[in-house]
């Protein structure tokens, strides 16, 4: 098969929409477009069936007993940012404390640096080299005015896997509340509400296939009373998301899950093997690379990689046929290196010399030996200048 370029393995950025997801959604853009909380006409009562489906199915694929626990949002910062600031709004404390980890996602980072400012307490805790957090570590920042635990199921840029079930249990006992963010883990692992004890769970859609926009959270039903809104307005979503729900967007999210959960654990397989076989190639032809991130514990396509003796904004800059993301971020003016990448250990110049390679379902063979080939040319022609120019100097 002929390699279409440029090749895209940016799959945790976002992944393109299943052709499937867009079929399943078109109809309700163009025939059955009514709104779900139109109660008087036959518009109405179609978009409240769909949306009572999507919401089931969705409520299936993380082992949730109760549809009503799964409320759409705009998409998995939506989510993140509903728990922080709702959590704390609804708390009782004067002084309310969360506990969260190095390597979050910015949208669970940020809200907790606002939260922070406005008086809340916040403990961020390590990581260890391979990116893990641990539980026990958790439990001993327990304090009395801990209200919220978050911790990611599935890290974004090391695909690493945090061990959730253990920290819902000690939240569980200790009586507080625990949040995921399962942005990544959705549809690529089992998931479980049950089995990790989470009270909220964060989803979105366009990491697995399905329409950007739209994302769900999952609240279990006994702590409904603890959050307190973002919005207000027509009482949509048990009251705790007011806003018109994207029906189109909902149904293509449930699709793409349904999908997922078809395709599991065949999909899996495949993916980790591609991604095998990229880190195989790279390792028998460069020395001088690592992995960045536990090398099991981990999203099947994830590969995230450090290249020693090259710089990064070139590395980067190479790869005009691969979309592909960097170990540094951009802000506003200058790049910094990655937080996760930091939080491992890596310095801040390694950290930038690294790649996130995101393999996902509609890659191919032929794809990844292209990369494969293409990395290795690209860092021994980055390392042999490198090399010239400081011999240059002496
Ligand atoms: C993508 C992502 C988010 C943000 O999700 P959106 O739906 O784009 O808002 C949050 N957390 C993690 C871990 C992610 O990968």
């Known amino acids: 098969m002929a390699i279409e370029f440029p090749i895209y393995l940016d799959n945790h950025a976002t992944t393109r929409t299943d052709p499937r997801v867009l079929a399943a959604m078109e109809p309700y853009f163009t025939q059955d477009y009514g709104n779900a909380s139109s109660g008087s006409h036959v518009f109405g009562w179609r978009a409240e069936e769909a949306l009572q489906l999507a919401r089931e199915r969705l409520a299936q694929a993380i ?3 109760d549809a009503r626990e799964i409320l759409f949002t705009s998409g998995a910062t939506e989510s993140n940012n509903t728990v922080l600031f709702g959590a704390v709004a609804a708390s009782e404390k004067k002084t309310p404390h969360l506990i969260t980890v190095a390597t979050e996602h910015r949208s669970v980072l940020d809200p ?9 307490r916040v403990t961020v805790l ?4 391979g990116g893990l957090v641990d539980p026990e570590a958790i439990a001993c920042a327990i304090e009395p005015d801990t209200i919220l635990v978050s911790v990611m199921l599935a890290n974004n840029e090391i695909g690493v896997l945090q061990p959730v079930e253990k920290i819902g249990a000690i939240c569980r006992e200790a009586g507080i509340l625990f949040h995921t963010d399962a942005a990544q883990a959705l549809g690529k692992t089992q998931m479980s509400v049950e089995r990790m004890q989470a009270d909220f769970v964060s989803l979105s859609a366009h990491k697995c296939y399905g329409p950007k926009g739209i994302g769900a959270l999952y609240l279990r039903n006994v702590v409904r009373r603890k959050l307190q809104p973002l919005l207000y307005g027509g009482g949509q979503e048990r009251g705790l998301r007011s806003g018109t729900v994207a029906v ?3 149904v293509g999210f449930a699709r793409a899950v349904e999908l997922c959960a078809q395709a599991m654990p065949g999909e899996g397989r495949k993916i980790w093997e591609l991604r ?3 880190w195989q190639r790279l390792q028998a ?7 960045n991130g536990h090398a099991l514990r ?12 090259v710089d990064g904004a070139a590395l980067l800059a190479a790869f005009s046929k691969v979309a592909l ?12 290196p990655s937080h996760v990448l930091l939080a491992l250990g890596l310095a801040p110049a390694l950290a930038k010399a690294s790649l996130r390679f995101g393999i996902g379902r509609f890659n191919t063979d032929e794809e990844i030996d292209w990369v494969a080939d293409h990395v290795i040319e690209v860092v021994r022609t980055l390392r042999a200048k490198r090399q010239g120019a400081s011999s240059a100097k002496v």
């Open 276 to 278: 095998e076989r990229l």
């Open 298 to 309: 981990r999203l099947p396509g994830n590969l995230n990689v450090a290249f020693e003796g």
């Open 63 to 65: 082992g949730a007993e």
């Open 112 to 120: 907790c640096r606002v939260l922070q400012e406005r008086g809340a």
């Open 248 to 250: 189109p967007l909902a």
């Open 285 to 291: 032809s460069l020395d001088g690379i690592s992995l």
């Open 325 to 336: 993301s960097s170990g540094s971020a951009c802000h506003s003016s200058a790049t910094e």
């Open 126 to 129: 390590p990581v260890d080299a």
